[in-house]
């Protein structure tokens, strides 16, 4: 029995949704051993091309590229754990990856919300990285985020990632992943975190933060996001790797192309940070998307990010690594659209064993909607009940009840029925379930309009955990001076 927060897949009786055969998993890993070995990567921080130099590596300075022998490769794969626990402030909410279990995420890092009283698409603020990270923590099955959901423009620029780090602890018992913009920053983001786990030894014992670090396609590492990979490494502290590439743009315009490219990318980035420190807990994932070549869009709530996310979680499995990519929705608005482009690119990754999933703003991940991420919640409800599957028992059978009852018979009053109704049954707290004249007499809301009642509800009576006076009083003190000194 696997202890922590996440989805029982049991129900899939490890059978998985498996769009590559062990062949082609086997030709992508070795066609991306030869594009590391031979065609290699740039990487823009020196201290990172230093340690592939003395670990073997061939460095061409004047190019900044790098090839890496396969056996570093190899060597990289072993040293990564296939299984860690992103922990919450609460340890009622950590996530064991690699566990079997499935979890979702929250992504981060969008500009705008759409504001829940005036109805107007808005630049965010800090309140908003509050409000939004105390409706998260009332969420029952979104079970990590990455701060700030919001970027506030009402903080410096140059600190926004240490005020999102302070807003997101303080207001939530989940697990916090962070985005982060700048070098100067990582240091004072980790500080963070060391306050409010209690110290640089018990952070690195209950990661209550991790990273995010993206490789830049095609094939590049540029300074940020290798420092980022570095510093985190050497606390020894969770990172999410994460390649983006855009296929027809970033990457061939083929599912397997865009594959090996998020593979070799991936790779790359698992041999910095295990070179740094062997053990380094990395989840493999992806963050790529599809052009749509006629109107030069970027798009993510496509069937193809589904597609390829299926096949990227059967690389991570065949590495041993958890698993992560984003899901995506396009659509400006919650409609139609989006629930249907946030079950065409999540359901393959989740049928294939993700261990997270990332859930995605609207409008090309530009706009965060309240009302979306109550929808996406009620979605995941859903999918949380199709993976545990159906028990069959003696019990659940109901051999002798249906004996007991007859022919002509009724179950509803019967004990039984009681018992398994609530554990069987999902009832989506969002759907309209009655007859036309019902709806009607109850308002005629579509679920946009009950969303938006709810989120309002949340937002008035939901108070997360509260921290320590000290640690709160040392945060906002760690988040003055860094502003001081930025």
């Avoid at 056996?71 to 794969?77: Q, T």
């Avoid at 566990?99 to 919300?113: M, Q, T």
């Avoid at 798009?299 to 589904?306: D, R």
Wanted: glycine residues 8%; negative net charge.
């Amino acid at each position: 029995m696997v202890v922590g927060r996440g989805f029982d897949t049991s129900g899939l009786k490890g059978r998985f949704y498996e769009p590559l055969t062990k062949e082609e998993l086997y030709k992508v890993h070795v066609a991306s051993l030869k594009v590391l070995e031979n065609t290699g990567v740039k990487v823009y921080a020196p201290e990172a091309v230093d340690i592939l130099k003395k670990a073997g590596c061939d460095v061409d300075a004047k190019r900044d590229t790098v090839r890496i022998p396969q056996y570093l490769v190899k060597e990289s794969i072993m040293k990564s754990p296939n299984a860690f626990t992103l922990c919450g402030r609460s340890k009622e909410w950590d996530l064991p990856m690699g566990s079997g279990k499935f979890h979702a995420c929250w992504a981060g890092g969008v500009p705008y919300i759409h504001d829940l009283d005036s109805g107007e698409r808005r630049e965010g603020t800090k309140k908003d990285i509050v409000d939004t990270t105390r409706f998260i923590d009332a969420m029952d099955n979104i079970h990590f985020f990455m701060a700030p959901v919001v970027v506030p423009t009402d903080v410096p620029e140059k600190t926004i990632e240490v005020h999102a780090a302070e807003a997101a602890l303080s207001n939530t018992s989940k697990h916090v992943t962070t985005e982060i913009w700048s070098k100067e920053r990582i240091r004072d983001v980790i500080r963070i975190g060391e306050i409010v786990a209690g110290g640089e030894e018990e952070l690195r014992k209950r990661p209550l933060i991790s990273a995010l670090s993206q490789p830049v396609s095609p094939l590049q590492h540029n300074e940020l996001q290798t420092a980022i990979l570095l510093e985190f490494a050497r606390k020894g502290l969770p990172i999410t790797i994460r390649a983006h590439p855009i296929s027809g743009l970033s990457s061939p315009v083929t599912i397997a192309g865009e594959l090996l490219m998020v593979n070799a990318e991936n790779l790359s980035s698992l041999v910095i940070a295990q070179l740094t420190n062997p053990g380094t807990p990395v989840i493999y994932g992806m963050s790529a998307s599809v052009a749509d070549m006629r109107i030069a869009m970027n798009l993510s709530g496509t069937v193809e990010i589904g597609l390829l996310g299926a096949a990227l979680v059967q690389m991570a499995k065949y590495y041993g690594l958890p698993s992560s990519y984003s899901a995506g929705i396009d659509s400006p608005v919650p409609d139609a659209q989006a629930s249907t482009e946030l079950i065409v690119s999540a359901m393959p990754g989740v049928f294939a064993g993700i261990d997270d999933l990332w859930l995605c703003a609207n409008d090309l991940k530009y706009t965060f909607w309240y009302e979306q991420m109550l929808i996406d919640d009620n979605i995941m409800a859903i999918i949380q009940r199709l993976l545990k599957g159906v028990e069959v028992s003696d019990e659940t059978l109901g051999l002798g009840l249906i004996d007991e009852v007859g022919p002509g018979g009724g179950f509803l009053n019967k004990r039984h029925t009681m018992l398994y109704y609530p554990k069987e049954h999902v009832i989506p707290r969002l759907f309209a379930r009655a007859a036309w004249s019902d709806w009607e007499k109850a308002g005629g809301r579509d679920i946009l309009r009950r969303a938006n009642e709810k989120a309002r509800e949340i937002l008035k009576t939901h108070q997360p955990q509260a921290l320590e006076r000290d640690i709160q009083d040392q945060m906002t003190q760690a988040v003055k001076e860094v502003d001081k000194r930025a």
